[in-house]
């Protein structure tokens, strides 16, 4: 029997942006449009949170049918904590965007854990916009950091400039993941961009989660 390819979407589960009074969460659509280009390539797909239970939602468009179907039926309600999900058996983890990451992606031990035996098993690891947060201190068993050396995308200094968050954000995404020993590779601001190295995807922005899930399709054949 040929094994069905599974992905994990993980998603945060922070919802203060910094101290703007504003709610963020995890960005709908670049969960959703993933899950839906996984589901139609077949794979078995499951979602995480850093905290369990229901995540909060940023970015939402009440009009856009993939976002809808994704809230409706996949399980976004009551997602398992990561502490509580086996690697085992995952092929390919997308770490979501949206802002709430940059709070509790890059030091929670168990996406890294999960993260970490998908990639060491001959998985791919992927991430959009601000989802590569979880990558900046990402180390493999051998702790070398997995992003060390290779060419990433990710929300850039002058997106976040954009959206006037510079100086609520933790830190800024593309400093940090040049400063982990990445090579940064920015295009113009919210357009399509996907970067793969190896078995390592990532995309810069909203506009790049659909593509980012179809580079993930392509490298898995």
Not at 173 to 188: F, I, N, R, S
């Amino acid at each position: 029997m040929e094994h069905m390819t599974r992905a994990l979407i993980a998603l945060t589960s922070h919802s203060e942006l910094g101290r703007t009074g504003r709610t963020t969460g995890y960005y709908v659509g670049e969960a959703a449009e993933p899950w839906e280009v996984f589901r139609a390539a077949g794979y078995d797909v499951d979602l995480v949170s850093v905290a369990g239970g229901e995540p909060p939602v940023d970015g939402r468009d009440d009009t856009d049918r993939t976002q809808n179907d994704f809230l409706a039926t996949a399980g976004v309600t009551d997602t398992p904590k990561a502490a509580d999900v086996d690697p085992d058996g995952y092929d390919v983890i997308v770490f979501a965007g949206g802002h709430g990451t940059m709070w509790d992606f890059p030091d929670d031990p168990d996406l890294a854990r999960i993260a970490r035996a998908i990639y060491e098993r001959g998985g791919v690891v992927a991430a959009v916009c601000h989802g590569p947060s979880a990558l900046v201190n990402l180390t493999l068993s051998d702790g070398s950091r997995l992003i060390a050396g290779k060419r990433v995308a990710g929300f850039t200094n002058d997106e976040e400039a954009a959206v006037g968050l510079t100086d609520e954000v933790p830190f800024l995404l593309a400093d940090k993941l040049t400063e982990a020993g990445a090579q940064h590779v920015p295009a113009p601001n919210f357009t399509e961009h996907v970067v793969v190295d190896g078995r390592l995807v990532t995309g810069q922005n909203p506009q790049s989660a659909r593509a980012l899930a179809e580079a993930v399709v392509k490298l898995r054949g």
